[in-house]
């Protein structure tokens, strides 16, 4: 992982916890429910079309903490109203209605959509009329060239080579280390990104790549690419799936009578893979589950159990708060210290604060002085392990008496 | 090879039901993909929450398929719909139905487990997944089965008569009003057949429903409208020329195929298309 800015200026890091503390420590301070005109805040999701499996557990995180900020004091006293619309998944729609937020809906602020391609459409409008937009899922961080679009997710400004070297640092900690590699990946943009980066980091530490596949978002048949992984038989296979394109490959592997030895996937369907008898001891990248340390940040356990109770009442069939839920919940508690630090609702001004101050999120401390105005780099490991996901690496984060399980 | 024919087999069942449709109806049934996704979508929730088992609820969900495709065509009929207006129609309610299985179902991705998911027969160095193979059988049965109604039976020589001309066909005393019912009712029961599979085999989410229709078009046209052995030769075509193209070329490249296939086939303009 990269490390912090070692000559991180104590002044900054204090102005920032003014900020935050007046977010999190908020709700120990009695304060008057707000009032006024409500604040409204604009975002779109992609409620409908492929991304709606993910980008329904934003939904309900977004609405958890307009819940949680409206118990608080608001923004600036007054209560938030998230005008929320539905993307389909779309860029070019994406587009036309952060467009629509702002002219015609007059939002006074805007939070960013889900997935690079819709907020790469958004970012241009919010670029139009100088809005703040922060976002928490757009994987290549160096297409974010907006000053003042702010990630709430820690990838870091080169994901492509800090992250494989966190997967290559787990598995040169194996027993018996890993020395060839088959890389597979889904054609979409923000997994292909990461698969070549992970081949160049692979090659470059020695670790040798015996096969490199890419595949077509949504391919309907893994047999052909199974008997292909099968036959490379190599000491770690890398995937960069998204969805159930895992569980798929796993299961076609299976019917090949063939189990990987060490197995990572970048962006799987976390529910199904951890229940699957195929996804045993399987690795993926994560940036933080519902254990210590992560538990014993502020906020986090109030916020686990309403997740659940919400995304139970939702009917959706995996309940446990994760790393895309934390996205949207970062992407508020940022805006959040931004508009209290900045005393203001002035993007000019937010866009300001946020540049020279950290935010405590649930992803711990953030900051957005860096390239892209990205910070440091807090992508993990998590593992299967008994139908579970346990963060495994780096070991800091690893709960007590959670380890890295080589196969 | 193997596995590619074996997935030719689901393009050929869903292209099945199309296709007569397409051929013998006049009628282009965008909802096709959606009603199979309904009944994968029933057969899940069947399995999972009621622990039906998978052939049980095809019992239970077929017929209900059928019911669906005869009232579908009842207001096919009362409002005139032709073969153009029908892509629209049908499309609108692909969409409908896309959006009512969301709400029920969520945008979730869904999986049905089963113990026969990863089942596979070791023949020689070859592995066969069973239930592939139990997907192509069955739909080579329908297909083979659909091909001799079709050719053998009195019901069948008369919609294909009234295929090629409705008046000449009605002069001889061919009803094909009532027989379009039947025919439209079959076309969706084989969805739903499809759709039982598609439980067992596939991941389901609401917006899968558009991820089969480029392929499977390509198949009908290719298989030739309202011939059902064709769409299932074709289906099987398709599929092991997608899978040859992952195997030996790139993963990537098997989208490519079926429609350079398509057009290959096209140009070429052999006879039997």
């Not at chain 1, 109203?81 to 587009?95: E, F, G, N, W």
């Not at chain 2, 017929?63 to 609108?92: C, Y």
């Amino acid at each position: 992982m990269v490390e912090g800015m070692a000559a991180w200026r104590r002044r900054r890091v204090l102005a920032g916890m003014v900020g935050a503390g007046a977010a999190l420590a908020a709700p120990a301070i009695a304060r008057a429910a707000p009032s006024g005109a409500p604040v409204k805040v604009g975002g779109t999701l992609s409620l409908t079309g492929f991304l709606a499996q993910t980008a329904v557990i934003h939904k309900i995180a977004a609405e958890m903490m307009v819940e949680e900020i409206n118990g608080r004091n608001g923004f600036l006293g007054r209560p938030v109203a998230y005008v929320l619309l539905d993307d389909q998944s779309k860029p070019d729609v994406a587009r036309s209605l952060y467009e629509k937020l702002i002219t015609v809906d007059k939002v006074d602020l805007i939070q960013g959509p889900y997935a690079t391609a819709p907020i790469l459409a958004a970012m241009g409008v919010a670029q139009r009329y100088g809005k703040v937009m922060i976002q928490s899922s757009m994987g290549i961080p160096k297409l974010q060239t907006y000053d003042r679009a702010f990630p709430a997710t820690p990838f870091g400004p080169e994901p492509d080579k800090t992250y494989p070297n966190v997967i290559l640092d787990a598995m040169a900690a194996m027993p018996t280390p890993p020395k060839t590699m088959v890389i597979l990946t889904s054609k979409f943009p923000s997994a292909q990104f990461m698969a070549v980066g992970m081949r160049e980091q692979a090659e470059k530490r020695g670790v040798k790549v015996l096969l490199y596949l890419e595949y077509e978002s949504g391919n309907r048949d893994f047999g052909a690419i199974a008997a292909r992984v099968k036959e490379a038989n190599a000491d770690f296979l890398w995937v960069g799936s998204l969805g159930l394109e895992s569980n798929q490959l796993l299961e076609s592997l299976r019917k090949l009578d063939y189990t990987p030895k060490n197995h990572f996937h970048l962006y799987p369907a976390p529910g199904p893979l951890a229940l699957s008898p195929d996804g045993d001891k399987a690795l993926c990248s994560t940036f933080l589950e519902p254990d210590e340390p992560f538990m014993s940040r502020p906020g986090m356990k109030k916020l686990a159990a309403d997740y659940k109770e919400k995304a139970t009442k939702a009917n959706l069939p995996y309940t446990t708060i994760d790393a895309q839920a934390c996205g949207m919940i970062s992407e508020w508690q940022i805006l959040e210290a931004a508009v209290a630090g900045a005393n203001s609702l002035e993007d000019e001004k937010i866009a300001a604060w946020l540049k020279k101050n950290r935010v405590t999120t649930v992803y711990g401390s953030l900051r957005f002085d860096g390239p892209f105005n990205h910070g440091d780099a807090g992508q993990l490991i998590k593992q299967v392990q008994n139908k579970e996901w346990k963060v495994v690496w780096p070991k800091e984060f690893a709960a007590p008496g959670v380890k890295l399980i080589a196969s | 090879m193997i596995s590619g024919v074996l997935a030719g087999g689901m393009y050929g069942l869903l292209a099945l039901g199309l296709s007569l449709s397409w051929g013998l109806l006049k009628l282009v049934n965008l909802s096709h993909f959606a009603l199979a996704f309904l009944a994968a979508y029933l057969t899940y929730e069947l399995g999972t929450t009621y622990h039906v088992a998978p052939w049980w609820s095809a019992a239970m969900v077929v017929p209900a398929m059928f019911l669906i495709g005869v009232a579908q065509h009842w207001l096919f009929d009362r409002f005139k719909v032709n073969e153009l207006a029908s892509l629209l129609i049908t499309f609108s309610f692909a969409v409908i139905l896309e959006v009512a299985i969301q709400l029920y179902w969520t945008a979730d991705y869904r999986r049905f487990e089963t113990p026969y998911s990863t089942l596979s027969i070791k023949a020689g160095p070859f592995y066969i997944p069973v239930l592939e193979l139990v997907l192509c059988l069955v739909a080579g049965v329908l297909a083979w089965g659909t091909w001799l109604w079709l050719r053998k039976t009195y019901v069948g020589k008369a919609l294909r008569a009234a295929a090629e001309d409705a008046d000449i066909a009605a002069a001889y005393g061919v009803d094909y009003k009532k027989l379009a019912y039947l025919l439209s009712g079959m076309g969706a029961a084989y969805a739903g057949v499809a759709g039982t599979f598609i439980a067992l085999i596939a991941t389901l989410a609401p917006a899968q429903i558009w991820a089969w229709l480029g392929v499977v078009f390509a198949v009908v046209i290719i298989g030739r409208l309202g011939n059902p052995l064709g769409a299932l030769a074709a289906g099987m075509l398709i599929g092991a020329s997608e899978s040859l193209a992952m195997a030996v070329l790139s993963p990537a490249w098997a989208p490519v195929v079926s429609f350079s296939v398509l057009i290959a086939i096209l140009l070429w303009d052999p006879e039997w298309l």
